[in-house]
């Protein structure tokens, strides 16, 4: 899977450093960084990084798949302390696929927290298209210009997001002191609009443990109110429902593995009858858009007003870093139907930390309207979901670095999803065509040879294109286009061709 994670530079890197930078492009690299890059240029690198990190810059490797494939930092200006000047590299190899708008992206939010910038800047040589692409793409705005001078590009802080919800706390309530804790600092967050808690934890095997239950309601109605942040928990059967609302518990989420069973989700629609208390369905575990909107009918039916879906990733088959593989589509889907917001619970896509900001991010791209996230005061002791749970600390920074988008921009971001997957599905239809396409001309080829024919027959050649174009008229395509692609799959075949001849 293709997802940039930006990581801190460690003194591990240096053998994958010198790599990078002695095979990375350098007609548009500032001159300060030597050539042939030595053992010696990255010791002093990564001192220098080590040294200044979170003060004088940030500095990050561009990861993809855990490899490392290219650099991106910021600086602070030496004048103007709040200014900082952006530099990045990438190899040749990963240009064009929107890693380097990701890794600028990322790198910016962290900047603007870290080092308290008002405002980043960037140089490139103007023959530099890509780049100058990638910067615009982050809201870089062009200030001055020359033919052969720098281009200067600079970006200001985004404003902070206005009515995105934004759902944190621990995967379980396991203390009083561990969710008390977590929520107060949870609600120094400006950000957090509400704070969640597991009190009956599904659990694939038997044994773990299962939650706090009925006490873990008593420290959740504590921290809401210590908090003043309104709370939110899972409920799987309606004696749950009971108890979260005699404990005063303000939403309530149902649960993946609970969402698969309509007998479930049945009792629990019932269970809520009548009563105004939101409830966000979270997908069932399997890929399945038709089970998800089934149980929102059920709660729409027994007149739950206040709904919204929550997308926690699905199991599925191939392979990804996800532990629960996004299947985007399906969310989008879903919100396109029923017209409900939308949360993205991020941690239980990811599974891990290193994830969750490309993630988020990702989600707020498609138009999300919320985040979850799972937050604990020590996410390392945390007794359930321990990898991908953060600090409230871990959290502040990570929602300052996210660019949260106006709803505008952000659907129509989610309308060009939907539009570019349709591309993509037709596109591969189309290379499979050709493939077949070549294969049957090979079988021509043979025929030919075997028959002494010549490969070449201008005459059928001729007719054939010339009833494309009409052909491709009648449908609306421009000649121009049906030639060139017509020469340029004829031309292959003639190539295909002779090979078999010559062979
Ligand atoms: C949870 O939110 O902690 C949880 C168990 O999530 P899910 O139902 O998505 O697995
Ligand atoms: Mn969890």
């Not at 990438?90 to 308290?116: P, R, Y």
């Not at 589509?329 to 919100?335: H, R």
């Amino acid at each position: 899977m293709n997802i940039v994670v930006l990581r801190k530079w460690s003194p591990n890197d240096k053998a994958e450093l010198i790599a990078l930078c002695n095979a990375v492009d350098r007609t548009y690299l500032s001159d300060r960084m030597p050539f042939p890059y030595t053992e010696e240029d990255a010791d002093w690198w990564l001192g220098m990084v080590g040294l200044n990190e979170g003060k004088k810059g940030v500095f990050r490797a561009i990861t993809v798949d855990g490899k490392i494939i290219g650099s991106v930092s910021i600086e602070r200006n030496s004048g103007y302390k709040n200014e900082g000047e952006l530099g990045y590299m990438l190899l040749t190899e990963h240009w064009s696929k929107g890693f380097a708008t990701d890794a600028v992206m990322q790198i910016c939010g962290i900047a603007f927290h870290e080092l308290n910038l008002d405002k980043i800047t960037a140089k490139v040589h103007d023959p530099n298209i890509a780049s100058i692409k990638v910067l615009e793409k982050n809201g870089f705005i062009i200030d001055s210009h020359g033919v052969t001078a720098d281009i200067k590009q600079a970006v200001k802080r985004s404003e902070p997001p206005a009515s995105t919800t934004i759902i944190a706390g621990p995967c379980s309530v396991e203390s009083e002191a561990q969710i008390i804790a977590t929520a107060k600092a949870l609600a120094q967050i400006p950000q957090v609009t509400m704070l969640r808690g597991g009190i009956w934890k599904p659990r694939t095997r038997p044994d773990a443990f299962e939650g706090r239950g009925e006490q873990g309601l008593v420290w959740l109605r504590e921290a809401k109110q210590e908090s003043g942040l309104p709370s939110a928990t899972e409920v799987a059967t309606p004696a749950h429902v009971e108890l979260a609302l005699k404990y005063d518990v303000d939403a309530l989420w149902i649960g993946a593995r609970t969402v698969v069973n309509p007998f479930s989700v049945q009792q629990l629609a019932d269970a809520l009858r009548g009563t105004d208390v939101p409830v966000f369905i979270k997908n069932p575990v399997s890929p399945d858009v038709k089970l998800w909107i089934g149980a929102f009918e059920r709660f729409q039916k027994a007149g739950v007003k206040q709904l919204a879906a929550i997308h926690r990733g699905f199991s599925y088959y191939k392979e990804s870093p996800y532990r629960n593989f996004p299947l985007w589509e399906i969310p989008i889907e879903l919100t396109r139907q029923l017209g409900v917001p939308l949360i993205t619970d991020v941690s239980h896509i990811c599974g891990n930390r290193e994830l969750l900001l490309p993630t988020a991010q990702k989600a707020l791209d498609l138009a999300t309207d919320g985040l979850m996230i799972e937050c604990h005061i020590r996410p390392d002791e945390a007794l359930t979901d321990a990898k991908q749970q953060i600090t409230p600390d871990e959290l502040k920074a990570m929602l300052s670095a996210l660019a949260f988008r106006s709803k505008h921009s952000g659907s129509v971001e989610r309308d060009l999803a939907e539009l570019r997957g349709e591309i993509d599905d037709i596109d591969s239809e189309l290379l499979q065509l050709l493939a077949r396409r070549m294969e049957v001309s090979v079988q021509i080829g043979e025929y030919k040879k075997q028959n002494n024919v010549a490969v070449v027959q201008m005459d059928r050649w001729k007719k054939i294109l010339a009833d494309h174009i009409e052909t491709g008229q009648d449908l609306g395509l421009d000649p121009e286009l049906v030639t060139s692609i017509f020469e340029a799959i004829h031309q292959a075949s003639i190539e295909r061709q002779s090979h078999i001849m010559e062979n």
